[in-house]
T-cell receptor, first 113, second 110 residues
């Protein structure tokens, strides 16, 4: 069974640009959640999608958005990039939601210059 | 307001000895707790979990203890092995919500 796939693995952008990250969950998983990891901050919850609907959202500005498609694949978009957006962005999937065991992808390392 | 805390950013242990990683939480609504392990350049992987109705769960070398009155849980690794060197994240969940701690970097010295 294929795991969670995130693309691309690495991205370099400049301030003001926008970026789209992609996540393909494990087959059969309907919940996809996104996290930002920065040194010393752990994993900060961005949002969760379930059956194409955003079910939960963390404390991030509106520049961070996402969506989920009918095949459960999800994308995350960050507009007007800032230097502080440099981080590892992780996607996780599960059957039911974020209150159970999560399966993570390897992440997308975003560097904003 | 950090709802899940891991107060030790790093920990070094000799191979074969016990590693104890600690986690504290503030929200009494959390009812399920998980530990994840993360190697560099990889995503976190699930290690072990415990429900709030239990006070201990064991899986091989890994045991998680939960003290609800103190809002504290700990992960014990016995015996520690060099391959256990990684960052360990504690996570607390309630209905459709998960909060991760900042992580503890464990180094197991051969």
């Amino acid at each position: 069974k294929a795991g969670v796939t995130q693309t691309p693995r690495y991205l370099i952008k400049t301030r003001g640009q926008q970026v789209t990250l992609s996540c393909s969950p494990i087959s059969g998983h309907r919940s996809v959640s996104w996290y930002q990891q920065t040194p010393g901050q752990g994993l900060q919850f961005l949002f969760e999608y379930f059956s194409e609907t955003q079910r939960n959202k963390g404390n991030f500005p509106g520049r961070f958005s996402g969506r989920q498609f009918s095949n459960s694949r999800s994308e995350m978009n960050v507009s007007t990039l800032e230097l502080g957006d440099s981080a590892l962005y992780l996607c996780a999937s599960s059957f039911r939601g974020t209150d159970e065991k999560l399966f993570f992808g390897s992440g997308t390392q975003l560097s904003v210059l | 307001d950090q709802q899940v805390k891991q107060n030790s950013p790093s920990l070094s242990v000799q191979e074969g000895r016990i590693s104890i990683l600690n986690c504290d939480y503030t929200n009494s609504m959390f009812d399920y707790f998980l530990w994840y392990k993360k190697y560099p350049a990889e995503g976190p992987t699930f290690l072990i979990s415990i429900s709030s109705i239990k006070d201990k769960n064991e899986d091989g070398r890994f045991t998680v203890f939960l003290n609800k009155s103190a809002k504290h849980l700990s992960l014990h690794i016995v015996p520690s092995q060099p391959g256990d060197s990684a960052v360990y994240f504690c996570a607390a969940t309630s209905y459709d919500k998960v909060i991760f701690g900042p992580g503890t970097s464990l180094s197991v010295i051969p």
